[in-house]
């Protein structure tokens, strides 16, 4: 399995924690300091900001959002604290289709092919067929159980009610941010399709910027 992982772009950690839009907040002025690693460390075992009880799961929590962190540029995490807290959801679902290629797979190739097709609509089975394509194509992602795929397809869903992209009935709805030029002027306009805007409104949008 381990020889798997090594030419795998996979990875099943997403179902370390979840959204994590509160912690990853919590944690974000350790992570922007120079004492980063001790005071993650601190953060592991005294469980002073996160108050998840259970210290596996908190230390889960806590290496998925450094990873996250890590995704993306220092200056991104500087602009986000600027942002407003729906803008902010937005900039943290833009930051976990970066950093895990499942969930961008998932969304690239189910959740914008339904949203552009009489549907529109995403269930819990479609994700599992998009499953089979990855597994048949990677060893590392088909060596991984029945339970670990599912529980990563349900971390994705999830994923999209936080940010209000699906709804309890399984229906799509396009994400409601209020700074989509923020990620064409920083060169990251697939988002802006990945929150399923229209091209007209992408058009629009870029129209204002110049």
Known sequence: MSNYKNNSPYTAAITGGGFLFEETNALLPLLQSPDRVALLKDEKVNNRLLKINAETSRKKAINEIARRYDAVSSSFWIDYQNMSEDDQKAAL?????????????????VTMRKWNSISKSVMYDDIMMEFNEVSANDNFVDSWSDSTKSNVATAYLTMLRKVSILDKEGNLHPLNASNYDYYIIHGEQWFLEACLLQPYQIENIKKQLV
Not at 95 to 100: A, G, M, Q, R
């Open 93 to 109: 679902f833009f930051v976990i289709l970066k950093t895990y290629k499942i969930c961008f797979d998932f969304h690239v190739n």
